[in-house]
T-cell receptor
Framework: DAGVTQSPTHLIKTRGQQVTLRCSPKSGHDTVSWYQQALGQGPQFIFQYYEEEERQRGNFPDRFSGHQFPNYSSELNVNALLLGDSALYLCASITRGGKGYTFGSGTRLTVV | SQQGEEDPQALSIQEGENATMNCSYKTSINNLQWYRQNSGRGLVHLILIRSNEREKHSGRLRVTLDTSKKSSSLLITASRAADTASYFC??????????????FGKGTHLIIQP
């Protein structure tokens, strides 16, 4: 049974560019959350998608947007990249009523 | 912003010893969860404790929660080299369901010496 799959694993972008990260949730999970983890820090909640709608959002600017598809997979888009956006981006999935998220291995984004 | 702080930031013990990590948080919560992360990759869910519970056990893990002090502790008994990782507490404060977005602390880096 595949867990959460994220792509790509590594990405280098130039400041000002846009990036799209992708996530396939664990089979049977319908809710997807995205987190940003800077080096040496804990993950920070970006937003959560359920039934193709953004349900909760953390303290992130509108440059961060997302989407959930009918098959529950999700995308994270970041516009106008800043150097400070360099981080590990983690996708996590769960089913409503679940007791803990399943995390993917993350996408390491480097902005130069 | 980070919800809470783990203490200590780093912990090094001998294999076989017990490891205790503490977590403090700031706001009211519905549940608190502990996760493990190896080498900066994905996190693994360890245990969830609800705000009306005081203690839970899972294998070699024991978690306590004191909502009056807004704190939690994670005890790993009979540590093994494979327990070397970073450990994070995370709180859910929205609707109370297990699917809430989580607020993580900064983590405790645990090193088990063989």
């Amino acid at each position: 049974d595949a867990g959460v799959t994220q792509s790509p694993t590594h990405l280098i972008k130039t400041r000002g560019q846009q990036v799209t990260l992708r996530c396939s949730p664990k089979s049977g999970h319908d809710t997807v959350s995205w987190y940003q983890q800077a080096l040496g820090q804990g993950p920070q909640f970006i937003f959560q998608y359920y039934e193709e709608e953004e349900r909760q959002r953390g303290n992130f600017p509108d440059r961060f947007s997302g989407h959930q598809f009918p098959n529950y997979s999700s995308e994270l888009n970041v516009n106008a990249l800043l150097l400070g956006d360099s981080a590990l981006y983690l996708c996590a999935s769960i089913t409503r009523g679940g007791k803990g998220y399943t995390f993917g291995s993350g996408t390491r984004l480097t902005v130069v | 912003s980070q919800q809470g702080e783990e203490d200590p930031q780093a912990l090094s013990i001998q294999e076989g010893e017990n490891a205790t990590m503490n977590c403090s948080y700031k706001t009211s919560i519905n549940n608190l969860q502990w996760y493990r992360q190896n080498s900066g990759r994905g996190l693994v869910h360890l245990i969830l404790i609800r705000s009306n519970e005081r203690e839970k056990h899972s294998g070699r893990l024991r978690v306590t929660l004191d909502t009056s002090k807004k704190s939690s502790s994670l005890l790993i008994t009979a540590s093994r080299a494979a327990d070397t990782a970073s450990y994070f507490c995370a709180t859910a404060s929205y609707s109370g369901g297990g699917a809430d977005g989580l607020t993580f602390g900064k983590g405790t880096h645990l090193i088990i010496q063989p």
